[in-house]
């Protein structure tokens, strides 16, 4: 029997580089690993669909459900996140803009490269539920952070109430934010005067790391930001895709898991890596990066709440509504 071909767009990651590598191999399927950045696969899959299989921003694939079609889109996602991180460290201000803790934020204008990123609805969500600024008691400013002109990729139904606004025609998020015309800035990636050490910009939380141990000790969430979906038409034809790819990704990243605590030879630059996985396993569990249903309930519950409150949801949808259910499904043997 043919094996069944397919292109999978995704970052180049540990937790994937085993399919990439193609040291493990989904049953019945050859797989082409586009290694693409993240804002190119997004774009190209939302807009053309142009990948069978492609790592996707869970607040666009939430985007993409149809509340009046019992949750159609062109997309079925798997429960694979490969993407999860904290976020609160991508929060920046201007040093001058009065923001000396983040519920100084309520009443600023915050720049976000777009209002529907998965990182930006997990950290309005996150400031309203703990530290008193309500995702609407700000006004947010879109477009490109370090290029002008950037768009929404997904189309967004926002509502009245809330203050949103286009940066002027040529002008940059990170510029606006360095000159004061911002008061802040949500954005999933360090903004360039950050990186230059220019002192008109700061983040928000101090100790990003104390931070964002103390977020997760109190609430045991680790944010989810991508999910891997599968073209429907693909799906319609092949059901059994979901599953192989399923278990396929999920023997990657548990190869990710042994390669990372190899003591022999450092698998990464960083001269604490080891200690870092250890302190990191004793805090959040062996399976810290885990993946399906179970034990990632409560995380995807709390996303969806986020993203329904925004005005990005037209309505509260359910962990389980998310993924095919062949990936959620096991057999008993």
């Known amino acids: 029997m043919a094996r069944l071909h397919l292109t999978f767009a995704c970052g180049d990651y540990d937790r994937t580089r085993a399919l990439a590598e193609e040291t493990i ?4 399927i050859d797989l082409t690993y586009l290694r693409l950045p993240v804002e190119e696969t997004f774009f190209r899959m939302m807009r053309h669909q142009e990948f069978e299989v492609a790592e996707m921003s869970l607040s666009s694939y939430v985007l993409s459900l149809r509340p009046d079609d019992a949750g159609a889109s062109p997309f079925v996602a798997l429960p694979v996140f490969t993407s999860r991180m904290f976020r609160h460290g991508s929060l920046y201000c201007n040093a001058d803009a009065g923001i000396a803790s983040p519920e100084d934020l309520r ?25 008193g600024v309500p995702f609407d008691s700000v006004g947010y400013v879109t477009g490109g952070q370090e290029t002008a002109g950037r768009i929404e990729k997904a189309g967004v139904d926002l509502p009245d109430s ?16 360095a000159a004061g015309e911002i008061d802040a800035l949500c954005t999933p990636r360090v903004p360039s005067p950050f990186v230059a050490g220019d002192p008109r910009v700061r983040r928000v939380f101090p100790d990003v790391v104390a931070e964002e141990k103390e977020y997760y000790a109190a609430t045991g969430i680790f ?13 319609d034809r092949h059901r059994w895709v979901a599953q192989s790819l399923y278990k396929a990704l999920l023997a990657a990243k548990d190869a990710a898991y042994a390669d990372l605590y190899d003591t022999s030879a450092l698998r990464f630059a960083l001269p604490w890596l080891i200690p870092q996985l250890e302190e990191a396993r004793a805090l959040m569990g062996k399976d810290f990066w885990s993946y399906g249903l179970d034990g990632n309930h409560a995380t995807l519950a709390t996303f969806l709440r986020y993203h329904h409150e925004q005005g990005l949801s037209k309505r509260r949808w359910t962990p389980e509504e998310l993924f095919a259910p062949e990936s959620t499904e096991s057999a008993v043997i």
């Open 25 to 28: 191999r989904p049953d019945g």
């Open 107 to 131: 009443g600023k204008v915050v720049g976000t490269p777009e209002y529907q990123l998965t990182a930006c609805v997990w950290m309005r969500g996150i400031l309203g539920d703990r530290h």
């Open 162 to 177: 809330l203050r949103i606004s286009r940066a002027p025609e040529g002008r940059t998020l990170s510029a606006m934010l």
């Open 223 to 235: 944010p989810i930001m991508h999910v891997v979906v599968i073209r429907r038409d693909v799906y």
